[in-house]
Structures are given as C-alpha cells and as structure tokens.
C-alpha cells in the first residue's frame, strides 16, 4: 500500500499566501473545566501552521469541534476558553466570534488585519457539520481562499469541515501536523522497521477490530492489556471474572489467537477487585480471576514481561490504549511502567509512536514528556484506522503533490 503524498503549506509560494483568507481546521478537543483549558497538547500541536501562515501575512481562521453538544448552542461546549488559551501561547492576535457561519462571521474576517488569527465558535453548535451538509460545506468554504486540514483526529470522519467543504476549493492542503502524523503512521502501516512490537490497551476492540488485524498481522510481537485483554483471555478458555469482555469479538479474538497467537503476548496476573471504587479489596491474582472480581490494571509479573520484551532490541514500538484504569492511582502502575520503558527504549533508539487518545494523558501520568517519544498522535481512533489501512475521508479530499502549482 502507498500513500499519496498530499500538498502540504509549504508547498505553495510565500507571496500567495499574503491577504488570502486561510481556513485551517484544527482539532482543539481538549479538557476544559470551570473555564479553564486542562492538557493543551493538541493547541501547541498546530502552532506551526497557524504562525508559518500568519507570518506569510495571510489571515487565519480557525474552526474546530469541542465535545458532542449534539448539533446545537451550549455554552458548556463553548471555544471562548481555547481562544484565551491559545492567545497565550501563539505569537499574533487572536480573535474569537461567537458562531462559525453568516454575516457576523463575514464581517469579523472582513476586519481582520493581514498576519491575524480569528477561532470561530463549535462547528458542532450545527447539525450540518456531522451530516456533512452541503448547505453548510458551502458556507463554511465561503469564508475561505485556501482550505487547510491540521486536525488529524477528527480526519477519520466525513464531517463538513473535514470533507464537504473541501470540495468547494482549488487548494486543499495539509498543515504540518498533519504531514508528520502520515509519515510515521505511514512508515508503520507500510514497512516498519524491525522487530516491531505492538502495544494494544484500553477498554474496547470491536470498534478497532480492522486496524488490529492489520497491526498484528504487520507485528512481530503483539503485548496486550487493558479490557482488551480479557476478551482475549476468556476466548481462550481463561476465567476472568466479572471483567469486561466484549461477547461479540470473542470469534475474532478467538481466530486472531488460532492463526497469529505465537505472537501474541497476554497478561498472566491481574490487579482485581470488587470495582474500581473498592480500594480496600484490591488484590493481586495470578492465572484465573475469580468470580465476583474484575480486572483493573496488569499485574507486577506480567509488568516485568512487558519491560523485557519492550526492551527487546525494538527498532518500531506502537502504542495504543493504557493498561488498566490508570486514571486512578491505584490501578495506574502497569501503564506507567509501560510508559517508561518506552521512553527507554526510544533514549536507546527505537522509534517509539503514541496513537492518540487515552495513551497520550498516560504519558503525562508517568511524567513523560513529548521529547522522550519519536512520535505522539493527535488522533487515537484515526491513527487506528490509518495504519489499519482503512482510508480517511479528511486526507485523501485533499490536493496531491503532484497537483501543478500556482
């Protein structure tokens, strides 16, 4: 499989870009609580394309998405807080508009000064944007000389501001985020360098069942926890208690284990207990869970496996979903050792990748830092699909490399 290479912003001359009106869809999806923006990962990611722009004296416009406010205004879902965070840590003005469409919106652009930054409010405050809407495609490209896509994780979705209005332009092209998510995810779906291991978490697979088969056919080693894992487990014939596991992969998980389970590596002990408010119940249990407890978290053995193996002599590692329900202390251990033996393993040159989502705030609890990874996602299910094979709708509308050039 070979990826097209897509048109990125650098690709057209500086001197176009000076007074032209630059749509840029970004993904500021982040944590905000009592006003406040929480992990801003996903704000500092697009800093490059916003200021390469604004510096080429073009006037930037930004739309994003925040939560599921279900098609209609609700300040909970509000922008007006990113628009604070990111006026603080961008270089040039910005400007925020309560709406994202019609005449208060036209005005506010037509006042911006060349090398400005204006967010707009939550394209999802319109049911148009999910249902990717031709009426409102339209009037969001109306806004716009130059479409941009800088939002990666929400690239697997055929939305209005990632697909339909795309087809209203001339030049489609990718930021810089975006390029640098397709050329690791690229290298990992097509030919990785090896031994390639893979790392596969979190709550559920039968969302993700594609990409997995995909990954672990690519994989020369497949270490698995998470909820995950008992689906697994107990397709195997293994108790697991009261964990989760999800009946209707249980086939699948069951053939994976047939054709490819010499590569498949699971947990052998457990962090359980009653559920996860049950601090004073918590127990180690090596082999079967018994009934009335669930897994939360992997168990010290089987953390010590994942350490060697991580370790291994890896030159690709991919990272996807935590070990357990890190976001409590408690059962946080497997996925902070996870964490840090990944660091090492990159420090002593492997190329390590984080896909998005959940794994990137486990990082930030093992207090890794962005410099301690080759590369972190922005797009948890989007990196899935990616290097699963499947095809994103917010790439391929956009222009081809070799497309001719102004």
Same mark, same amino acid.
């Given at each position: 499989?070979?990826?097209?290479?897509?048109?990125?912003?650098?690709?057209?001359?500086?001197?176009?870009?000076?007074?032209?009106?630059?749509?840029?869809?970004?993904?500021?999806?982040?944590?905000?609580?009592?006003?406040?923006?929480?992990?801003?990962?996903?704000?500092?990611?697009?800093? #490059?394309?916003?200021?390469?722009?604004?510096?080429? &004296?073009?006037?930037?416009?930004?739309?994003?998405?925040?939560?599921?406010?279900?098609?209609?205004?609700?300040?909970?879902?509000?922008?007006?807080?990113?628009? #604070? %965070?990111?006026?603080?840590?961008?270089?040039?003005?910005?400007?925020?508009?309560?709406?994202?469409?019609?005449?208060?919106?036209?005005?506010?652009?037509?006042?911006?000064?060349?090398?400005?930054?204006?967010?707009?409010? #939550?394209?999802?405050?319109?049911?148009?944007?999910?249902?990717?809407?031709? %009426?409102?495609?339209?009037?969001?490209?109306?806004?716009?000389?130059?479409?941009? #896509?800088?939002?990666?994780?929400?690239?697997?979705?055929?939305?209005?501001?990632?697909?339909?209005?795309?087809?209203?332009?001339?030049?489609?092209?990718?930021?810089?985020?975006?390029?640098?998510?397709?050329?690791?995810?690229?290298?990992?779906?097509?030919?990785?360098? %090896?031994?390639?291991?893979?790392?596969?978490?979190?709550?559920?697979?039968?969302?993700?069942?594609?990409?997995?088969?995909?990954?672990?056919? %690519?994989?020369?080693?497949?270490?698995?926890? /998470?909820?995950?894992?008992?689906?697994?487990?107990?397709?195997?014939?293994?108790?697991?208690?009261?964990?989760?596991?999800?009946?209707?992969?249980?086939?699948?998980?069951?053939?994976?284990?047939?054709?490819?389970?010499?590569?498949?590596?699971?947990?052998?002990?457990?962090?359980?207990?009653?559920?996860?408010?049950?601090?004073?119940?918590?127990?180690?249990?090596?082999?079967?869970?018994?009934?009335?407890?669930?897994?939360?978290?992997?168990?010290?053995?089987?953390?010590?496996?994942?350490?060697?193996?991580?370790?291994?002599?890896?030159?690709?590692?991919?990272?996807? /979903?935590?070990?357990?329900?890190?976001?409590?202390?408690?059962?946080?251990?497997?996925?902070?050792?996870?964490?840090?033996?990944?660091?090492?393993?990159?420090?002593? /040159?492997?190329?390590?990748?984080?896909?998005?989502?959940?794994?990137?705030?486990?990082?930030?609890?093992?207090?890794?830092?962005?410099?301690?990874?080759?590369?972190?996602?922005?797009?948890?299910?989007?990196?899935?699909?990616?290097?699963?094979?499947?095809?994103?709708?917010?790439?391929?509308?956009?222009?081809?490399?070799?497309? &001719?050039?102004?």
């Amino acid at each position: 499989m070979v990826r097209t290479v897509k048109m990125t912003v650098s690709d057209l001359p500086d001197s176009y870009y000076s007074g032209k009106r630059i749509f840029i869809r970004v993904d500021f999806n982040v944590p905000i609580e009592n006003g406040i923006v929480g992990e801003d990962y996903r704000i500092r990611r697009a800093l #490059n394309t916003i200021e390469y722009l604004s510096d080429r &004296k073009a006037k930037v416009i930004l739309a994003s998405h925040l939560g599921r406010p279900k098609g209609k205004p609700d300040k909970k879902y509000s922008l007006k807080p990113v628009a #604070n %965070r990111l006026s603080e840590v961008v270089r040039v003005p910005v400007h925020f508009i309560d709406d994202c469409i019609g005449d208060k919106v036209v005005n506010a652009i037509k006042r911006m000064n060349d090398g400005e930054v204006l967010l707009l409010e #939550n394209l999802r405050f319109y049911e148009g944007e999910e249902s990717c809407d031709e %009426r409102f495609s339209s009037a969001l490209a109306s806004l716009a000389d130059i479409y941009v #896509n800088d939002a990666f994780g929400t690239s697997h979705r055929k939305h209005a501001s990632t697909y339909g209005m795309g087809m209203h332009f001339k030049y489609k092209l990718s930021g810089f985020l975006v390029d640098q998510e397709l050329k690791y995810l690229t290298k990992i779906r097509d030919a990785p360098d %090896r031994p390639f291991t893979v790392i596969v978490g979190g709550a559920k697979i039968k969302d993700k069942l594609t990409s997995l088969r995909h990954l672990i056919d %690519r994989a020369d080693k497949v270490l698995i926890g /998470g909820a995950v894992a008992y689906t697994f487990l107990a397709s195997k014939g293994v108790s697991v208690g009261d964990s989760m596991v999800e009946q209707e992969a249980m086939s699948w998980t069951a053939d994976v284990l047939s054709n490819q389970g010499h590569k498949i590596i699971l947990p052998t002990d457990h962090i359980v207990a009653i559920s996860d408010a049950d601090i004073e119940g918590i127990r180690l249990v090596s082999g079967q869970i018994p009934n009335g407890l669930k897994g939360f978290d992997i168990g010290r053995d089987t953390i010590k496996r994942y350490s060697r193996e991580i370790a291994n002599d890896n030159k690709t590692i991919f990272w996807s /979903g935590p070990m357990g329900l890190f976001e409590k202390e408690q059962f946080s251990h497997g996925t902070i050792d996870v964490a840090k033996s990944l660091a090492l393993a990159y420090h002593r /040159g492997a190329t390590t990748i984080i896909g998005g989502g959940d794994t990137v705030a486990a990082l930030r609890a093992a207090e890794i830092s962005e410099r301690e990874v080759s590369h972190i996602s922005t797009g948890g299910g989007a990196s899935l699909e990616y290097v699963g094979g499947e095809e994103l709708p917010g790439v391929e509308v956009l222009t081809d490399k070799n497309a &001719k050039l102004v």
